[in-house]
């Protein structure tokens, strides 16, 4: 029991089991709010983060990440009228990644699905659902509980990820299938591997309780050191989703929920999502009016550019031409990418503008010594995601 | 999802589910349109909460709703109920407010006996304004109500139909009405009137039925709202229905008949069977499946989306609003075989013929609807009573009587159990009776207490409330039941609503059944 009487009001940040490894590495003190824990923003500098994922191995902690357990005879019917994929698709010890909509077919959140069990199931959200799939619940026969708490979790993400677990002892960690889980033991601590990522590179996600933790990122640095293992933050990170063409919550889409002015929430297939969404198999929240969406054609949709030049199009109003007259959407994303050398960025464009292959026009606003500078740039609609390596899918990895 | 054998034509174009008041109508209509109907009413016999059955040897009741002022009278002769068998046994029937310690007021439509000069003046005038306002608003029921946030040309207009019924009452009018629309019933009557029996009973017909207290807020509207409905009505008062409340039904289901519709009685549906996202029929729970190319439900929208349908076949945002519907009955029904005529102090035998009210003044009301807030019945229960055996003597054996009262508060979910609760109610309600008709009490043979948890049983509404849900600015018009269901189509393709959960609600009406029906008629194609 805590003999801490402190208000919890004087400290509203709840501290994650890996935080004081986190705080003895952090360099420049940079944390940021994550569902209510205090997360690092950057250790040391973001690109040199970034340059560990992309080329040796990274930890990352997203116990933050909001957990739900389901579980009950109705499970499956339950989920499946929650998300709009086929989760009875989904065999055991397996990953999917889902999004929920709601009922005029805009995006809730997305998160991925875990199923630990026969009727067993974990979602993994970036923000709390409770009230929804608590709503979701109703005339299904489920329990629902939040976890998050209950379980840390850490991924190791990059080329030599496979490596540092190989390192450790974990054996047949490698024969692991690209969203498949499984289960492991380190020095007496249980430890739940799934192979899944937000980097679109090779890299896994190590799930255990709390007490574990500190002990398996301890194991991990030490096995890791020869294989360049670093401690990452979410500066990092973002960079390296924007390369996979993944998408982020609050920024490149707002939950329908919290969205307030008409035109803001996004549909599934405005998303290009739309390989998420089973119309076969039977009846899901948003299914209707998804339907429709389909008949009609979407409104706008998300985007991949490759835009002209080295400078990041943030924020970027989109034109049909040089001209800038004709507005046809703006930039949700936008990094120069390291590792591609090519300027990219996530877009979302109105219809009819968002065939593949066509041509709009970024206006980039850049602030050189505080002096803004206006720039049109030529981006051209490309296919996402913009780095996809063959490591990320190759089982088992290779050696690096 | 049932699965059943593809292919099998529909046997009908149209399943109504339900024989209550609104679902026979329905049916009536719908047959008179064209279409090949079956009804199916779970119990023995029609009637749903507009049911006369036997409480005791002999003595028989209106279960549910006792008093006919809601009906159109349009309605009534368009299905030449008169020539299927209904017949008044009193129409034009008079309100007797019983008062402790004084002479009762008789309350007529224009005037009251036994007012102050002040009062009666008020009176005449207050009536007056009521009957205004309420003739404006009476032609919003037999309309569907405009969906919100559309672009729709129909549904603008409908709007613009409410705005201009109101705009042409006059600017004084207008005025008035939008100044009183919100607020209670408990604040408008003090306003106007001085004495506390005369506001008793004006404001307990604003809260007779539902979840409020005169002081709760929006009771002036569910006033205007049953004056509207009167209005609509015809404006003929209350009746009587010859053979109590079941006889109207009787008639309305021989009207259906005769206009070709199937009824079969004694045959619950399990649920609504969905083939292709739409509704294709239903299945028994006998387990046979019946099959149609629509289905009307009368049942309650939650009964009918939660239970009959189910939430999987339903987005969630939807099946939360319904799951939100306020649903709770807080109006029991005492049932009361009596070996005399009862004698009410000071009340003439023509009154007798009427409704007596047991609402002495607005505070007492309240009083009463404080225990309800808790999960208690009132320790003092306010009563609207008839005696259908002075105008109706076959529902009792010669000589003897029937009292039927609407004893107001019964919370649904008695915080005690009804089980543990039903005779301190009963001896409650007794008790009240017993001030104003000494003597009631020896000359009782049997009696018989219908809480809203009984009635959730016996007529199969969720919560047990006569309207399947309290009128209220947030659940009527365009949002009653809920949004997305509120012109009487729904989520469901094929499915369709049409009971007293719908615009404009319960009481014995009938207007929300033929609605639904003109809609089906519009927008569900026959089968081929």
Same mark, same amino acid.
């Given at each position: 029991?805590?003999?801490?009487?402190?208000?919890?009001?004087?400290?509203?940040?709840?501290?994650?089991?890996?935080?004081?490894?986190a705080?003895?590495?952090?360099?420049?003190?940079?944390?940021?709010?994550?569902?209510?824990?205090?997360?690092?923003?950057?250790?040391?500098?973001?690109?040199?983060?970034?340059?560990?994922?992309?080329?040796?191995?990274?930890?990352?902690?997203?116990?933050?990440?909001?957990?739900?357990?389901?579980?009950?005879?109705?499970?499956?019917?339950?989920?499946?009228?929650?998300?709009?994929?086929?989760?009875?698709?989904?065999?055991?010890?397996?990953?999917?990644?889902?999004?929920?909509?709601?009922?005029?077919?805009?995006?809730?959140?997305?998160?991925?699905?875990f199923?630990?069990?026969?009727?067993?199931?974990?979602?993994?959200?970036?923000?709390?659902?409770?009230?929804?799939?608590?709503?979701?619940?109703?005339?299904?026969?489920?329990?629902?509980?939040?976890?998050?708490?209950?379980?840390?979790?850490?991924?190791?993400?990059?080329?030599?990820?496979?490596?540092?677990?190989?390192?450790?002892?974990?054996?047949?960690?490698?024969?692991?299938?690209?969203?498949?889980?499984?289960?492991?033991?380190?020095?007496?601590?249980?430890?739940t591997?799934?192979?899944?990522g937000?980097?679109?590179?090779?890299?896994?996600?190590?799930?255990?309780?709390?007490?574990?933790?500190?002990?398996?990122?301890?194991?991990?640095?030490?096995?890791?050191?020869?294989?360049?293992?670093?401690?990452?933050?979410?500066?990092?990170?973002?960079?390296?989703?924007?390369?996979?063409?993944?998408?982020?919550?609050?920024?490149?889409?707002?939950?329908?929920?919290?969205?307030?002015?008409?035109?803001?929430?996004?549909?599934?297939?405005?998303?290009?999502?739309?390989?998420?969404?089973?119309?076969?198999?039977?009846?899901?929240?948003?299914?209707?009016?998804?339907?429709a969406?389909?008949?009609?054609?979407?409104?706008?949709?998300?985007?991949?550019?490759?835009?002209?030049?080295?400078?990041?199009?943030?924020?970027?109003?989109?034109?049909?031409?040089?001209?800038?007259?004709?507005?046809?959407?703006?930039?949700?994303?936008a990094?120069?990418?390291?590792?591609?050398?090519?300027?990219?960025?996530?877009?979302?464009?109105?219809?009819?503008?968002?065939?593949?292959?066509?041509t709009?026009?970024?206006?980039?606003?850049?602030?050189?010594?505080?002096?803004?500078?206006?720039?049109?740039?030529?981006?051209?609609?490309?296919?996402r995601?913009?780095?996809?390596?063959e490591?990320?899918?190759?089982?088992?990895p290779?050696?690096? | 999802?049932?699965?059943?054998?593809?292919?099998?034509?529909?046997?009908?174009?149209?399943?109504?589910?339900?024989?209550?008041?609104?679902?026979?109508?329905?049916?009536?209509?719908?047959?008179?349109?064209?279409?090949?109907?079956?009804?199916?009413?779970?119990?023995?016999?029609?009637?749903?909460?507009?049911?006369?059955?036997?409480?005791?040897?002999?003595?028989?009741?209106?279960?549910?709703?006792?008093?006919?002022?809601?009906?159109?009278?349009?309605?009534?002769?368009?299905?030449?109920?008169?020539?299927?068998?209904?017949e008044?046994?009193?129409?034009?029937?008079?309100?007797?407010?019983?008062?402790?310690?004084?002479?009762?007021?008789?309350?007529?439509?224009?005037?009251?006996?036994?007012?102050?000069?002040?009062?009666?003046?008020?009176?005449?005038?207050?009536?007056?304004?009521?009957?205004?306002?309420a003739?404006?608003?009476?032609?919003?029921?037999?309309?569907?109500?405009?969906?919100?946030?559309?672009?729709?040309?129909?549904?603008?207009l409908?709007?613009?139909?409410?705005?201009?019924?109101?705009?042409?009452?006059?600017?004084?009018?207008?005025?008035?009405?939008?100044?009183?629309?919100?607020?209670?019933?408990?604040?408008?009557?003090?306003?106007?009137?001085?004495?506390?029996?005369l506001?008793?009973?004006?404001?307990?017909?604003?809260?007779?039925?539902?979840n409020?207290?005169?002081?709760?807020?929006?009771?002036?509207?569910?006033?205007?709202?049953?004056?509207?409905?009167?209005?609509?009505?015809?404006?003929?008062?209350?009746?009587?229905?010859?053979?109590?409340?079941?006889?109207?039904?009787?008639?309305?289901?021989?009207?259906?008949?005769?206009?070709?519709?199937?009824?079969?009685?004694?045959?619950?549906?399990?649920?609504?069977?969905?083939?292709?996202?739409?509704?294709?029929?239903?299945?028994?729970e006998?387990?046979?499946?019946?099959?149609?190319?629509?289905?009307?439900?009368?049942?309650?929208?939650?009964?009918?989306?939660?239970?009959?349908?189910?939430?999987?076949h339903?987005?969630?945002?939807?099946?939360?609003?319904?799951?939100h519907? @306020?649903?709770?009955? #807080?109006? +029991?029904? !005492?049932?009361?075989?009596?070996?005399?005529? *009862?004698?009410? $102090? /000071?009340?003439?035998?023509?009154?007798?013929?009427?409704?007596?009210?047991?609402?002495?003044?607005?505070?007492?009301?309240?009083?009463?609807?404080?225990?309800?807030?808790?999960?208690?019945?009132?320790?003092a229960?306010?009563?609207?009573?008839?005696?259908?055996?002075?105008?109706?003597?076959?529902?009792?054996?010669?000589?003897?009587?029937?009292?039927?009262?609407?004893?107001?508060?019964?919370?649904?979910?008695?915080?005690?159990?009804?089980?543990?609760? @039903?005779?301190?109610? #009963?001896? +409650?309600? !007794?008790?009240?009776?017993e001030?104003?008709? *000494?003597?009631? $009490? /020896?000359?009782?043979?049997?009696a018989?207490?219908?809480?809203?948890?009984?009635?959730?049983?016996?007529?199969?509404?969720?919560?047990?409330?006569?309207?399947?849900?309290?009128?209220?600015?947030?659940?009527?018009?365009?949002?009653?039941?809920?949004?997305?269901?509120?012109?009487?189509?729904?989520?469901?393709?094929?499915?369709?609503?049409?009971?007293?959960?719908?615009?404009?609600?319960?009481?014995?009406?009938?207007?929300?059944?033929r609605?639904?029906? @003109?809609?089906?008629?519009?927008? +569900?194609?026959?089968?081929?």
């Amino acid at each position: 029991m805590s003999e801490n009487l402190e208000p919890h009001f004087r400290r509203p940040l709840l501290k994650t089991p890996f935080h004081e490894r986190a705080r003895a590495l952090s360099q420049v003190d940079s944390f940021i709010p994550w569902a209510g824990y205090t997360t690092v923003d950057v250790f040391t500098t973001m690109e040199q983060e970034y340059f560990a994922i992309r080329n040796a191995a990274t930890l990352y902690d997203l116990t933050p990440m909001v957990k739900y357990r389901v579980a009950g005879p109705d499970v499956v019917a339950y989920l499946n009228r929650l998300v709009t994929r086929d989760v009875a698709k989904l065999k055991p010890d397996r990953v999917a990644y889902c999004v929920w909509c709601n009922d005029s077919g805009h995006l809730i959140d997305d998160g991925t699905i875990f199923r630990l069990g026969a009727s067993d199931y974990r979602i993994c959200t970036a923000e709390r659902q409770i009230d929804w799939f608590l709503d979701s619940a109703i005339g299904f026969d489920v329990e629902i509980s939040e976890v998050t708490e209950q379980i840390a979790a850490l991924a190791v993400q990059g080329p030599t990820s496979c490596a540092v677990l190989k390192t450790l002892g974990l054996a047949g960690v490698e024969n692991l299938k690209p969203f498949e889980i499984g289960y492991f033991s380190l020095h007496g601590h249980a430890l739940t591997i799934s192979r899944t990522g937000f980097t679109g590179d090779l890299g896994y996600e190590l799930w255990m309780e709390p007490r574990s933790a500190e002990a398996v990122w301890d194991a991990l640095m030490a096995a890791g050191r020869s294989r360049g293992i670093r401690a990452i933050g979410s500066q990092a990170l973002n960079m390296a989703r924007i390369e996979a063409g993944f998408l982020l919550p609050n920024v490149d889409f707002v939950s329908a929920e919290h969205t307030l002015r008409i035109g803001r929430d996004r549909s599934p297939l405005e998303l290009g999502l739309k390989w998420l969404v089973d119309f076969n198999k039977g009846h899901f929240t948003g299914r209707r009016a998804l339907l429709a969406e389909e008949i009609e054609g979407p409104r706008r949709q998300l985007v991949g550019l490759d835009v002209a030049g080295n400078k990041p199009a943030h924020n970027a109003l989109l034109y049909t031409e040089a001209g800038g007259k004709r507005e046809i959407g703006s930039v949700t994303s936008a990094i120069w990418s390291p590792t591609c050398k090519r300027n990219i960025a996530l877009a979302i464009v109105d219809a009819p503008h968002f065939r593949m292959g066509s041509t709009v026009w970024a206006d980039i606003y850049l602030n050189r010594e505080l002096v803004w500078e206006r720039r049109m740039s030529r981006a051209q609609i490309v296919e996402r995601p913009f780095f996809a390596p063959e490591r990320r899918r190759a089982t088992p990895p290779a050696e690096f | 999802m049932i699965v059943a054998a593809s292919g099998a034509a529909s046997a009908y174009d149209c399943i109504v589910i339900g024989g209550g008041h609104n679902g026979l109508v329905c049916a009536a209509t719908l047959s008179k349109g064209g279409r090949s109907v079956l009804l199916l009413e779970a119990a023995a016999e029609v009637g749903g909460a507009a049911l006369t059955r036997e409480f005791a040897p002999g003595f028989r009741v209106s279960a549910g709703a006792h008093l006919l002022h809601l009906m159109p009278a349009d309605l009534l002769r368009d299905l030449q109920l008169n020539s299927h068998g209904l017949e008044w046994a009193a129409q034009g029937m008079s309100s007797t407010a019983l008062v402790p310690d004084a002479p009762p007021l008789l309350l007529g439509h224009e005037s009251a006996a036994g007012l102050s000069s002040t009062d009666a003046q008020a009176y005449s005038a207050y009536s007056a304004r009521m009957r205004r306002f309420a003739a404006a608003l009476a032609p919003v029921f037999s309309r569907v109500p405009p969906r919100l946030g559309t672009s729709g040309w129909a549904d603008r207009l409908s709007l613009l139909r409410i705005g201009w019924e109101i705009r042409k009452l006059g600017r004084r009018d207008m005025r008035e009405l939008l100044r009183i629309g919100g607020m209670n019933v408990y604040d408008l009557l003090e306003e106007n009137f001085e004495s506390a029996a005369l506001k008793g009973a004006l404001g307990f017909d604003a809260v007779l039925g539902a979840n409020f207290g005169p002081r709760s807020p929006g009771t002036v509207l569910t006033l205007l709202y049953r004056l509207a409905a009167e209005y609509g009505a015809g404006d003929a008062g209350m009746s009587q229905p010859k053979g109590g409340m079941g006889a109207l039904c009787n008639a309305l289901a021989k009207a259906a008949s005769a206009a070709g519709a199937a009824i079969r009685t004694g045959a619950p549906v399990a649920s609504i069977l969905v083939e292709g996202d739409r509704a294709a029929g239903v299945v028994l729970e006998s387990g046979e499946t019946l099959r149609a190319h629509c289905v009307i439900s009368s049942a309650d929208p939650k009964t009918t989306f939660l239970e009959l349908l189910g939430a999987r076949h339903l987005d969630t945002g939807f099946v939360r609003r319904v799951n939100h519907i @306020r649903s709770r009955g #807080l109006a +029991a029904k !005492l049932h009361l075989a009596l070996n005399r005529t *009862p004698v009410f $102090r /000071g009340v003439a035998e023509a009154s007798l013929r009427g409704r007596l009210l047991i609402a002495p003044s607005l505070q007492h009301i309240e009083h009463a609807y404080n225990h309800a807030k808790y999960g208690e019945y009132s320790a003092a229960p306010v009563m609207e009573i008839t005696v259908p055996t002075v105008n109706d003597p076959a529902l009792a054996p010669a000589g003897q009587h029937v009292l039927s009262a609407v004893v107001q508060y019964a919370p649904y979910a008695l915080k005690a159990g009804w089980e543990a609760g @039903r005779q301190g109610f #009963l001896d +409650a309600a !007794l008790d009240t009776l017993e001030r104003f008709a *000494p003597g009631l $009490r /020896g000359t009782v043979v049997a009696a018989e207490v219908s809480t809203p948890a009984d009635m959730e049983r016996e007529f199969r509404t969720s919560g047990g409330h006569w309207h399947h849900g309290d009128l209220a600015f947030d659940q009527i018009l365009m949002v009653r039941p809920v949004p997305g269901a509120a012109q009487y189509q729904t989520p469901m393709a094929g499915l369709f609503l049409c009971g007293a959960g719908c615009h404009p609600g319960g009481g014995v009406m009938g207007i929300a059944g033929r609605n639904a029906a @003109r809609e089906v008629l519009k927008h +569900a194609v026959k089968s081929p």
